[in-house]
């Protein structure tokens, strides 16, 4: 079954979202105060729930939790640019969803104007007083990593406010203190705890230990919160509070700065190196974005990511460069089981899952080779496009073909881009988890694609005045060198920032430099693969951007085979297990997010879409 529906022939009826938002500007000043008026919550779902599509004219805002997005439909409906939006959006998010992201950890936003983009960078960086031995043992062997994460060893610089206090000052148009309304509101008078929240208090492990966000989270005998309670949180109200009237320097210095050292230099077991100094310091980034050319159904496309020390926008950029080196683009969707879990929809072929599993196992083995915070490593060649360079991934894609009898590699050597080699060892393979995603495209055209973590779930399990601290740092590798002795580009070093797999990205038209879709998604090492497949679903199958979203998720991080279990027909896995992979179905919880251009009845609109596996959703007028 071929799917032939493309951006111009929209699935969405057109309609303006349904959810209250009055906003009143007084006349009698300049700057009138945001008037947030708290939406009906509803509970949102953990687990698979169709979603319809949205479509809006003027602009559109997608993020994982309705309040969360709600909030940021008042920004825009007020005025306000897509990144005043991401700030209200951001801010809630610490409330709502804490297990994902906030203001205790990092993010990276990728910016807009026209097709003039900028890379915001607030990825937390490692103390000053911590060495590539954080992570070993009193053995010297690496630590396991749980025991890595929970307590103050695993806590990074917290970046994304001081990152998006930067994104601010260029972008912003409502005043900085309005963009907190809707989390104090929300924090003060409480909101309803989310199905997903509750499901993820039930199997967590570790938060308890703490006893701070044990009297929060856990508040009745050590039972987690309910579905549907009520929840308030007064002391992340306050420090929203002061970060509102002063800034980031409000969070990184003085009293709030000297409760998160303390916490994380006074664990009873897992101590760590945080310090004043650390935090005062700290210095969000511009930096170039990696942008590329691709080619899909004969339109010419830029896509545009973020720059190491994030290796996302690199490793989908191979992906899709190596595919386009096979004979991928001549394989449609195909009639499997790819709907609602158990069910007949559209899924990729068995024969392109081949094709896309070896370009990933290709690109996976580059990214453990190479990428590292670009202030601490060299790419190769002199510049990490060479590892996008066309005929670079052109001889990658040979590798594929190579195969006797169409069979996997099953495990790929990284290649010499730009022909120089480099002294680095591979990172060996680690877990990577946690994140949340949001898009934006407001009504001055401007555009933003962030995505925001704090990594594990729920972090550290350390919380501070109401919000939980990341356990970033775990994003190093725990090991610093291979058995001879040779370094690992992503090691952990003093102000470093670990290598993460983020991937916000922008596309755009090549030929008018329009904006064709804002997209992005949670989920470890596999945000790659999330992100990677929604693009192919857009520009390569034409799909709207929620059926692409829709679309079973799949992925190599040069190894297994993995599938969304469930989700792929029985002959799809029988015929990729003949090739020779090792396939593992399993549960793969995306939470994408997309905003696209498109045309209803001969209108210009824009077509959103959010993850089925999560609880976000798209408001827009």
């Known amino acids: 079954m071929k799917l032939t529906h493309t951006l111009k022939q929209t699935a969405f009826p057109l309609a303006a979202c349904t959810l209250a938002a009055t906003l009143l500007l007084a006349a009698c000043s300049s700057a009138p105060p945001l008037a947030y008026k708290v939406p009906q919550q ?115 610089v917290p970046g994304t406010v001081r990152m998006l206090e930067m994104a601010h000052k260029q972008h912003g148009k409502l005043p900085w203190a309005q963009l907190f309304v809707p989390a104090i509101t929300l924090a003060e008078n409480g909101f309803k705890v989310s199905a997903r929240l509750a499901t993820l208090l039930k199997s967590e492990q570790h938060l308890k230990k703490d006893p701070v966000a044990a009297a929060y989270f856990y508040p009745l005998n050590g039972e987690p919160l309910a579905v549907g309670s009520t929840l308030r949180n007064q002391p992340l109200a ?103 879990p158990g069910t007949v929809g559209a899924a990729p072929s068995a024969d392109w899952l081949h094709l896309y599993t070896e370009a990933s196992r290709l690109a996976f083995a580059d990214r453990a080779q190479y990428l590292g915070d670009p202030d601490f490593v060299q790419p190769p060649g002199g510049s990490w496009m060479s590892l996008l360079a066309p005929a670079y991934l052109a001889e990658r894609a040979k590798l594929i073909a190579a195969q006797p ?106 030929a008018t430099g329009q904006l064709v879709m804002s997209g992005g998604s949670p989920g470890g090492a596999l945000i790659i693969h999330y992100t990677a497949k929604t693009l192919y679903g857009v520009l390569n199958w034409g799909l709207m951007p929620q059926q692409a979203i829709n679309l079973p998720n799949f992925a190599s991080l040069n190894g297994p085979t993995l599938l969304e279990e469930k989700r792929f027909a029985p002959a799809t896995v029988e015929a990729l297990k003949a090739r020779g992979a090792e396939v593992r179905e399993m549960t793969m919880t995306s939470g994408l997010q997309a905003i696209a251009r498109g045309q209803a009845h001969g209108t210009p609109v824009l077509l959103g879409g959010a993850d089925p596996r999560r609880e976000g959703v798209v408001m827009g007028d």
């Open 42 to 156: 509803p509970e949102g779902a953990s687990g698979y729930t169709e979603k319809p599509g949205w479509a809006s004219t003027k602009f559109a805002v997608a993020a994982a939790n309705p309040l969360a997005t709600d909030a940021g439909y008042q920004v825009l409906k007020a005025g306000g640019s897509a990144v005043d939006a991401a700030i209200a959006v951001q801010m809630v998010l610490t409330l709502v969803e804490p297990q994902s992201s906030g203001i205790g950890g990092g993010a990276f936003l990728l910016h807009a104007k026209g097709s003039t983009v900028e890379a915001f960078d607030g990825r937390e960086t490692a103390p000053a007083a911590a060495d590539e031995k954080l992570f070993l043992g009193a053995d010297g062997k690496p630590l396991a990593f749980i025991d890595g994460v929970v307590g103050g060893r695993s806590v990074g």
């Open 238 to 340: 306050d420090v929203l509070k002061k970060i509102a009237a002063g800034g980031s320097k409000a969070l990184l210095e003085g009293d709030i700065a000297q409760a998160i050292v303390s916490k994380v230099q006074q664990h009873p077991t897992n101590p760590g190196k945080l310090s004043l100094a650390d935090l005062a310091g700290y210095q969000a980034k511009k930096r170039e974005p990696i942008c590329h050319d691709y080619r899909a159904q004969a339109r010419d496309y830029r896509i545009c990511g973020m720059p190491p020390p994030s290796s996302g926008a690199i490793a989908v950029g191979q992906i899709l460069g190596i595919l386009n080196n096979t004979n991928a683009a001549t394989l449609a969707l195909e009639t499997g089981m790819g709907g609602t």
């Open 405 to 510: 009898g169409g069979q996997s590699m099953k495990v790929a050597k990284p290649g010499i881009p730009g022909g120089v080699r480099v002294a680095y060892a591979p990172m060996p393979e680690q877990p990577e988890y946690g994140t949340s995603h949001i898009n934006i495209v407001d009504a001055y055209g401007n555009a933003v694609a962030m995505t925001t973590t704090i990594e594990d779930a729920f972090g550290s399990r350390q919380m501070v005045r109401g919000f939980l601290l990341n356990n970033e740092l775990t994003d190093f590798s725990y090991a610093p060198a291979d058995a001879e002795g040779k370094p690992v580009a992503n090691r952990v070093q003093p102000g470093k920032r670990p290598r993460s797999s983020m991937a916000p990205t922008l596309v755009f038209d090549k």
